[in-house]
């Protein structure tokens, strides 16, 4: 599986930015996407997660009513949208595929296939 993440940028406070995760290969359909981030001196973190067949999707408490997970079965494409960008969001977001279940969709042992990071900044 390979996956290819894109719609990292600079924006203001406030702003809103659209990351994708374009997974292929065998068997994609059978996974399910996630997001984590990784902000400068910190560990890499949840942020959310979709499931490619069944839609079932996961925030992090910090993005929950801000970030919206949503996919394109179609294009085995996932979104993440995100508002109200804070300074805080400020990180590499990395997607990643895996086959969690409602308990684990947040570790990162649950994901066996990661891309590359965007950056996303947050400036004040």
């Known amino acids: 599986v390979q996956l290819q993440a894109s719609g990292g940028g600079l924006v203001q406070v406030g702003d809103s930015l659209r990351l994708s995760c374009a997974a292929s290969?065998?068997?994609?359909?059978?996974?399910?996407l996630g997001w984590f981030r990784q902000a400068p001196g910190r560990e890499r973190e949840f942020v959310s997660a979709?499931?490619?067949?069944?839609?079932?999707?996961y925030y992090a408490d910090s993005v929950k009513g801000r970030f919206t997970i949503s996919k394109n079965n179609a294009k085995n494409t996932v979104f993440l949208q995100m508002n109200s960008l804070k300074p805080e969001d400020t990180a590499v977001y990395y997607c990643?595929?895996?086959?969690?279940?409602?308990?684990?969709?947040?570790?990162?042992?649950?994901?066996?296939?990661w891309g590359q990071g965007t950056q996303v900044t947050v400036s004040s």
């Open positions: 990643a595929a895996g086959r969690f279940i409602a308990s684990t969709h947040y570790r990162e042992d649950a994901y066996y296939y």
């Open positions: 290969g065998s068997g994609v359909n059978g996974y399910g």
């Open positions: 979709i499931r490619l067949s069944g839609g079932n999707t």
